[in-house]
């Protein structure tokens, strides 16, 4: 009896570290002008093949609220699907992406418009910039704008993240981890900051 209970504590603690192994959170403060004004949750969890990745944004800065969530659904680390949606504004002006994928193509509609991905297989999105430094990558597909962005090393484990107005966001690692973002937005910088 007890050869039995050994043997069971065994399994189930072997369970639980495994488990724990294939799911990560990791969270940001955001910080403008030296201030704290939200939080970013990026949660990511793997079963074999599958992986998922929900990011919660949740942002107030003055009389503005930014709520944004990110799910995305991967099989043998290619995107299978993706769900983007942003709340902002006094007047929560809604932004919703969705990306689905056909066989070869992927389907994606912004706020109501259709487009479509031909002989594509989306690996990266900027949501896999929270887990791991994207080295050798040079484009990650943006959830919330439904395209491929341009991705380069600049150094030191930074990279920048050009957006198609121009600007330049940069994700600076240490050690393989995320430990900064830079975000240049119409009003100024803000700056997310790794807590856990």
């Known amino acids: 009896m007890y050869s039995l209970f050994r043997v069971l504590l065994t399994v189930v603690t072997v369970a639980v570290l495994y488990l724990q192994a294939n799911a990560q959170t990791n969270t940001f403060e955001v910080r ?9 949750e990026a949660n990511r969890k793997t079963n074999g093949p599958v992986k998922s990745i929900i990011i ?14 990110i799910a995305n659904e991967y099989s043998n680390n290619v995107l299978s699907s ?5 709340i902002s504004g006094k007047n929560g002006e809604d932004k919703n992406t969705t990306t689905i994928r056909n066989g070869k193509e992927y389907t994606i509609i912004v706020n109501g418009e259709k487009s479509v991905i031909n002989n594509a297989e ?7 910039l929270y887990f791991a430094e994207p080295k050798q990558i040079t484009r990650v597909f943006s959830e919330t704008l439904g395209r491929f962005l341009p991705l380069k090393s600049i150094g030191g484990g930074m990279y920048e993240l050009i957006l198609p107005e121009g600007k330049k966001n940069v994700f600076k690692y240490e050690n393989g981890t995320l430990v900064l973002v830079e975000v240049n937005h119409t009003f100024g910088k803000a700056f997310f900051v790794k807590v856990s």
Not at 32 to 40: D, F, L, M, R, S
Not at 82 to 86: A, N, P, Q, V
Not at 122 to 128: F, L, P, R, T
């Open 32 to 40: 403008i002008a030296n201030h704290a004004v939200g939080t970013i």
């Open 56 to 69: 919660k944004t949740r942002i107030q800065v003055m009389l503005s609220k930014i709520n944004s969530d």
């Open 82 to 86: 993706s769900k983007s949606s942003r």
């Open 122 to 128: 989306i690996e990266e999105c900027v949501a896999d």
